[in-house]
């Protein structure tokens, strides 16, 4: 599967942005789907997971109550929304796919996922 991510830029803290990942070449309701960031100089860090229904939903400590994953089978397209913006956002993120049978399952581990996505930068400025 091939992993399109977009809708980075450059926002002031406090802004909001949407991130969105489109998926093609494989049936996208099969794969549970993660976002990941990676700051310079850090390791890359686990964001939020949804599992191939929908239905279960995980979010890093750091991000809880701020952002919200979503997809949209239909469209094979996973979405981030990123309320409340704060500088110690600022990263390049990435969504990855999971090929797991379980549907109601989202791993926050990286070596869990098959396929990224190529990253998109994210700026929040002070």
């Known amino acids: 599967v091939q992993l399109q991510a977009s809708g980075g830029g450059l926002v002031q803290a406090g802004g909001s942005l949407r991130l969105s990942c489109a998926a093609s070449?494989?049936?996208?309701?099969?794969?549970?789907m993660g976002w990941f960031r990676q700051a310079p100089g850090k390791e890359r860090e686990f964001v939020a997971s949804?599992?191939?229904?929908?239905?279960?939903?995980e979010y890093s400590d750091s991000v809880k109550g701020r952002f919200t994953i979503s997809r949209y089978n239909a469209k094979n397209t996973v979405y981030l929304q990123m309320n409340s913006l704060e500088p110690e956002d600022t990263a390049i993120y990435y969504c990855?796919?999971?090929?797991?049978?379980?549907?109601?399952?989202?791993?926050?581990?990286?070596?869990?996922?098959?396929?990224w996505g190529q990253g998109t930068q994210v700026t929040v400025s002070s």
């Open positions: 949804i599992s191939r229904n929908g239905g279960i939903r």
């Open positions: 070449g494989r049936t996208f309701s099969g794969y549970a």
């Open positions: 990855a796919a999971d090929h797991t049978i379980n549907p109601t399952y989202g791993s926050s581990w990286p070596e869990d996922y098959d396929y």
